[in-house]
């Protein structure tokens, strides 16, 4: 499996501020997906990133408020921009493994005030 | 489309008694289906997966599952509870296709008493 790393771990920041989360996986892959795991609540896929291409957001998320960008096949980056309270979360990232298997990070928590 | 369901939000056993966690899915094809346990403040950790092969699949730290096709369910099990297995626990379906990413249930918290 995937050895996967995220910064940072934690952060504390302020309203209308913009928050980027890296995540950097230890071998070459082509899909890597960024998840959000609101308080008490499961998973959301928040967007898929491929190598190369635009990322693909799923309904409810957009571009402007979520950037991201995949410069190359171990890295990847996801901005949460112009912060709310209601962007406290857990953010998670997670690469393919084979037989539709993910293997996911260890979460950003992320606290708005 | 795939969607999950999983039937308790909260189950609570003794140490050393059975675990049964219940997960029902939805999909229009054989889907590919697994179990992720978050322990607090920890990452996602892949417990089992079915991928078409076996339909009684063996996963990590004891648990089990049995995929079902005509009850279309896909059981978490363990023969003994141990302390250590307290955690969120997620059925998971794949969207499959060129989409690749999953689908999570609600999660079953899994309380483990002394």
């Known amino acids: 499996s995937a050895v996967i790393s995220q910064k940072p771990s934690r952060d504390i920041c302020q309203r209308g501020t913009s928050l980027t989360i890296q995540c950097q996986v230890d071998s070459q892959v082509t899909m890597m997906f960024w998840y959000r795991q609101q308080p008490g609540q499961s998973l959301t896929l928040i967007a898929t990133?491929?190598?190369?291409?635009?990322?693909?957001?799923e309904s409810g998320f957009v571009i402007d408020k979520f950037p991201i960008s995949r410069p190359n096949l171990t890295f990847s980056t996801l901005t949460v921009s112009n912060m709310s309270p209601e962007d406290s979360s857990i953010y998670l990232c997670s690469v393919e493994g084979g037989s539709d298997t993910q293997y996911f990070g260890p979460g950003t928590r992320l606290t708005v005030l | 489309a795939q969607s999950v369901t999983q039937l308790d939000s909260h189950v609570s056993v003794s140490e050393g008694t059975p675990v049964l966690l219940r997960c029902n899915y939805s999909s229009s094809y054989s889907p590919s289906l697994f179990w992720y346990v978050q322990h607090p403040n920890k990452g996602l950790q892949l417990l089992l997966k079915y991928t078409s092969a076996a339909t009684l699949v063996k996963g990590i730290n004891g648990f089990e599952a049995e995929f079902k096709k005509s009850e279309t369910s896909f059981h978490l099990t363990k023969p003994s509870a141990h302390m250590s297995d307290a955690a969120e626990y997620f059925c998971?379906?794949?969207?499959?296709?060129?989409?690749?990413?999953?689908?999570f249930g609600k999660g079953t918290k899994l309380s483990v008493k002394p």
């Open positions: 998971v379906v794949s969207r499959g296709g060129s989409q690749g990413n999953l689908i």
């Open positions: 990133a491929n190598q190369g291409s635009e990322a693909t957001y």
